[in-house]
Structure formats: structure tokens, C-alpha cells
């Protein structure tokens, strides 16, 4: 049976089912020199294809030192909007315009811009899950991994506005003491967690340890033995004597964790719902054969006006100045 899927701004396309698509890929990645940027929370088939596999601070740095022509950013679309930011001259193109991300939604740029005017005094930190629009409204960006090492930086005299993710905002005022202003935003997969079903979990794999992105909800934290970002999560995994992980973040992560560590055993944390899965639904709009396609026809393409992209990129030269040495 062949696939047809639509692209933006071409007819639908059929995909022959008898294509070596991994063999095609591979070529016209090369013949067009184009690098793969893979998010950790994509399907186990596009992670084994990329180029650099990461978090948001991994993928930004990578994104800002490539020598490629073309970017593929298999990802949502925040992250596609990063790179072109970093790289006004290359070509960004992304498999899935409809890949967003539930958090970026939670906070419309405009929205923003009046919650900032009422605090004008307030310095602003935006978690990189965000529009560019509300990237250009901000003073710094963070990601999971630097956003403590950031904070720590700012002086306790100045007061802090953070967006738009409320819960790694919350995780950030226990860990640094700091009483900041926070946006009410959050990923749709974070928070649906079950602490009731995680601690059933914990009954039914009592040397298990837990890990959890600090997107998740505070009662998932509270039972948490490890919190960090994805990468984080991965590397603890890897470094830890123990066999057994509940992983309570997005289960694409999973994927490079079994790679990383085949004799140890990773249980993905539930959701309250009838599904025992945790993926993004945006982030699973990209498949392997909208990568062919958008390497085939070099579209979808991220454009963005050079007004707001000199202002988005800004703050996120700002985050890359402060977070040297963050890994």
C-alpha cells in the first residue's frame, strides 16, 4: 500500500512503499549538504538518522556552529524558528509545519507583552519553548539544563519574570530561593502524569529510581530521585549504579537510553489516562517519510522578518554568553 501525505505548498505526494527511503535520505542529505537535527523526543527511526541528537541547549548550540547549507530540524516548530534565528543565511526547513508545541500556545506573544508592561522593573527569563515573538519581548533564554545556572546569575536585587512554563518555573523558585513573577503555562504531556499510577510504579519496582524533567507537576517531583532535562536524564541514567529507571518525561527519550545502557530497564511514568504512553503529539507529526519529503523539495521552510529575528536572537546570545561551561 503506498503513503501519500501532503506538504505544504506542493500536491500531495506519493511515497513508494518499494523506496529504499534510508538510502534516499542518506543521498540527498549529502548531495544538498544538509544537517539532521533530531530532538530527543522523535521517533526511534529519525533519531537513528540524525546528524546530533539533543535537548534544546544540545540542538541551539549545534544549530549556531554548523558549516551545513541546509538545516532539517526534525522537532516542533519553536525549535526550527531557533535555528533560523542563529542562521539568517541557511535554508531552516521543517518535516511537519503543524509540529508545535502545546507550552509555545500557552503564551501568545501579545499576552506576553502586556504581562510584561505591567512589570516593567522585572527582568525577563523565557524558557526556550516559546515563540519568536515572545523570545524578542524577553531579556534572556533559557533551557532546562542552564535555567538554574542562569538564574543564579541574576542579582537578588533584581526581580525576575519567568515564562511560560509554570512548572519548571516553580521547580526553579524551590531550588534557587528567588520569588519570581511566573507565566501560567505548561506541556501537555508534563502535566498529565499520574502520581497515583507513578506510585504504583514505585510499589511494583521498589529499587527503581525516578527521573523527571522539571516541566513535570510538583507532586511528580516530590517523588522524583533525580530531576534534570532530558540530556540530564540521560546521562544520570547512564553514570548511575542502579538497573531500574522510571523515566517521567516524554518517551522518546527512552529510545537512547536502552542504546546507552541495554542491561538496565526504563519504565516510562504514566499518564492519568487509559494510555501507558507519554509521547508529544506534536513532536510524533513527524514521521520518516515527511523527512524524505522535505529534504526531496527543501520545504517546509521557516522564514521569519529580520526585525524580529535580530530581537528573538538577542537573549538567546545572551543564554549562549552565560551558560558556557553548562553541559
Keep these: 500500500m503506498q503513503m501519500t501525505l501532503p506538504l505544504a505548498g506542493f500536491v500531495q505526494e506519493t511515497v513508494d512503499p518499494a523506496l529504499d527511503i534510508y538510502a534516499e535520505?542518506?543521498?540527498?542529505?549529502?548531495?544538498?549538504?544538509?544537517?539532521?537535527?533530531?530532538?530527543?523526543?522523535?521517533?526511534?527511526?529519525?533519531?537513528?538518522?540524525?546528524?546530533?541528537?539533543?535537548?534544546?541547549?544540545?540542538?541551539?548550540?549545534?544549530?549556531?556552529?554548523?558549516?551545513?547549507d541546509i538545516i532539517l530540524f526534525a522537532g516542533v516548530h519553536f525549535m526550527a524558528e531557533t535555528a533560523k534565528i542563529l542562521n539568517p543565511a541557511k535554508k531552516v526547513i521543517l518535516p511537519d509545519l503543524n509540529a508545535g508545541c502545546s507550552l509555545a500556545d500557552s503564551c501568545p506573544a501579545d499576552a506576553f507583552a502586556d504581562f510584561r508592561e505591567r512589570h516593567p522593573d522585572h527582568l525577563v527569563i523565557s524558557y526556550i519553548n516559546c515563540t519568536a515573538g515572545v523570545k524578542a519581548l524577553s531579556d534572556i533564554i533559557c533551557t532546562s539544563t542552564n535555567a538554574e545556572h542562569l538564574v543564579r546569575q541574576i542579582s537578588e536585587s533584581q526581580p525576575i519574570l519567568f515564562a511560560p512554563d509554570r512548572n519548571l518555573g516553580r521547580w526553579l523558585i524551590r531550588q534557587t530561593g528567588r520569588d519570581m513573577k511566573v507565566w501560567d503555562g505548561a506541556c501537555i504531556v508534563h502535566e498529565t502524569f499520574s502520581e497515583r499510577k507513578l506510585v504504583g510504579l514505585k510499589v511494583q519496582y521498589p529499587q527503581a529510581l525516578v527521573l523527571a524533567h522539571p516541566e513535570c507537576e510538583t507532586p511528580i517531583l516530590r517523588h522524583a530521585d533525580f530531576i534534570g532535562s532530558t540530556s540530564a536524564i540521560r546521562r544520570h541514567a547512564r553514570e548511575s549504579e542502579a538497573s531500574q529507571f522510571i523515566v517521567a518525561t516524554e518517551e522518546g527519550i527512552l529510545h537512547q537510553m536502552r542504546k546507552d545502557c541495554p542491561g538496565k530497564q526504563f519504565i516510562p511514568a504514566p499518564?492519568?489516562?487509559?494510555?501507558?504512553?507519554?509521547?508529544?503529539?506534536?513532536?510524533?507529526?513527524?514521521?520518516?517519510?515527511?523527512?524524505?519529503?522535505c529534504l526531496k523539495h527543501e520545504q517546509p521552510e521557516i522564514t521569519l522578518e529580520e526585525e524580529l529575528r535580530l530581537r528573538a536572537l538577542t537573549p538567546i546570545e545572551r543564554m549562549m554568553a552565560m551558560s558556557a561551561g553548562v553541559s
Aim: charged residues 20%.
Design 25 to 68: 535520505i542518506a543521498r540527498l542529505k549529502q548531495e544538498k549538504n544538509v544537517v539532521l537535527l533530531a530532538h530527543y523526543y522523535q521517533e526511534p527511526a529519525i533519531q537513528d538518522i540524525a546528524d546530533f541528537i539533543g535537548d534544546s541547549l544540545g540542538l541551539s548550540r549545534h544549530a549556531a556552529s554548523t558549516d551545513a
Design 271 to 293: 499518564p492519568e489516562s487509559g494510555c501507558n504512553c507519554s509521547q508529544c503529539p506534536h513532536m510524533r507529526l513527524n514521521t520518516l517519510e515527511k523527512v524524505y519529503l
